[in-house]
Nanobody, 123 residues
Framework: QVQLVESGGGLVQPGGSLRLSCAAS????????VAWFRQAPGNEREGVSC???????YYADSVKGRFTISRDNAKNTVTLEMDRLKPEDTAVYYC?????????????????WGQGTQVTVSS
């Protein structure tokens, strides 16, 4: 069964950090671009970051300098390290995979999705 499973969400105070993981099963991420999206209540799903099969990384302006995406092909996982979190980062975070990084910020282009993990930034 082809699936992605996210983990690592939770409640954190403003300025804190969280690490999200996306683990693939049933298929290899080696030749896939993997992106993180987030969706807050009442908002559209937005692209946060993406890593290509060769390690090229992309970030939304809102998270640039605070979030770091990386991949470990040996473990078939992608990690999103989130630092200096802000209340506006609160959302459900999803990972998704597709072939190629073109238009990575468009969710409808992605083939495989995880179930999401909640991130809440609040004091």
């Amino acid at each position: 069964q082809v699936q992605l499973v996210e983990s690592g969400g939770g409640l954190v105070q403003p300025g804190g950090s969280l690490r999200l993981s996306c683990a693939a099963s049933g298929f290899s991420l080696d030749y896939q671009a993997v992106a993180w999206f987030r969706q807050a209540p009442g908002n559209e799903r937005e692209g946060v970051s993406c890593v290509g099969s060769r390690g090229t990384t992309y970030y939304a302006d809102s998270v640039k300098g605070r979030f770091t995406i990386s991949r470990d092909n040996a473990k078939n996982t992608v990690t999103l390290e989130m630092d200096r979190l802000k209340p506006e980062d609160t959302a459900v975070y999803y990972c998704a995979a597709k072939a190629g990084t073109k238009n990575w910020h468009i969710p409808t282009l992605f083939d495989v999705w995880g179930q999401g993990t909640q991130v809440t930034v609040s004091s």
